[in-house]
């Protein structure tokens, strides 16, 4: 058995988890049942991404993207459990199944037991964020720690652990801040959040996605998701994402010189930044949410109760 998981080219923590995860959830599931693929963490329930004609178990995926696959035949899918109760209505399963995203249980994991909280907030964007953004500067000035969801797995996750406060835009940089019983904030840059999945998982523990709004940090960003900077309009203009990346690259090398043309390149990325570093320094004030301990205690028991079932079933 073979987990399956949607691979970032620039990489996503919340997705590449599944290539440890279930090695502790399910040890020795990679030496049974060859042919059939688990389907744990990620929006990946849709009729294109999954290979037809493949025996499909699903312990803990969602819907949120595409058309919803047809599950009607029970020689290619075993449907285990979904992300939470929206997922399993939009897949006509019995509300049960819509337990909790897999992702709560790497706090169950030795490695990440008894982490020492290192203090302060940080923040952690959606993947496509990092693309043209220049949150790394922006955080700086307002007084957050920088996180790169695109980094690897484990070291994100030690960060969100060991961290106060948890600034999310990337949601499972909140399942997992949530998981470890670490306050999370929940904001969007733009209309590409996927806010179905996030409802999907917050319905799950009883907690709401209202998440803050804030401003794009730059124009490269804006070009790559099509959307506004400083009230023009990117979204006709989307071929122009590889020139729009060039610059800023340049302006990575340019600045190690230290020519004066770089220091007011800076100043000015730093002055058209503002908005976003007023709301991101807002963010970190706003009331955080943490779900109820019991809640979260109650879905991990149910999960773990899927998890015996599997292992009876295919061990």
């Not at 729009?244 to 230290?258: I, N």
């Not at 002055?271 to 706003?286: C, E, N």
Request: neutral net charge; aromatic residues 8%.
């Amino acid at each position: 058995m073979h987990p399956f998981y949607w691979e970032s080219a620039h990489g996503n923590f919340g997705d590449d988890l599944n290539l440890w995860l279930w090695d502790f959830l399910l040890p020795g599931l990679r030496n049974v049942h060859p042919q059939t693929l688990l389907v744990g963490v990620g929006t990946v329930l849709n009729k294109t991404l999954l290979p037809p004609g493949v025996r499909k178990l699903v312990v803990g995926s969602g819907f949120g993207y595409g058309s919803a696959p047809d599950l009607s035949n029970t020689a290619e899918w075993d449907v285990r459990a979904v992300r939470g109760p929206l997922t399993a209505r939009k897949l006509g399963l019995h509300e049960r199944l819509g337990i909790v995203d897999p992702a709560v249980m790497v706090a169950e994991m030795p490695e990440f037991q008894n982490l020492v909280r290192t203090g302060g907030a940080i923040f952690v964007p959606h993947w496509e964020s990092t693309v043209g953004g220049i949150w790394p500067m922006v955080c700086r000035d307002a007084g957050l720690g920088y996180v790169d969801p695109c980094g690897e797995a484990k070291s994100v996750i030690r960060a969100i652990a060991q961290a106060e406060l948890v600034v999310a835009e990337s949601m499972h940089a909140a399942i997992l801040a949530d998981a470890f019983r670490v306050p999370w904030v929940a904001v969007t840059t733009s209309r590409s959040i996927n806010s179905f999945k996030w409802q999907d998982w917050t319905g799950s523990l009883g907690v709401r996605y209202e998440p803050r709004q804030i401003p794009i940090s730059s124009r490269a960003e804006a070009v790559t998701k099509g959307a506004r900077f400083w009230g023009i309009s990117f979204e006709q203009r989307t071929h122009e994402v590889d020139d729009a990346r060039e610059p800023d690259v340049a302006e990575t090398l340019v600045a190690t010189r230290p020519e004066p043309a770089s220091t007011l390149r800076s100043a000015a990325k730093k002055v058209l930044a503002a908005p976003s570093i007023l709301a991101l320094r807002q963010a970190r004030k706003a009331a955080p949410q943490l779900s109820a301990d019991r809640a979260l205690s109650e879905k991990k028991e149910q999960f773990r109760e899927v998890l015996e079932g599997v292992r009876r079933d295919y061990f």
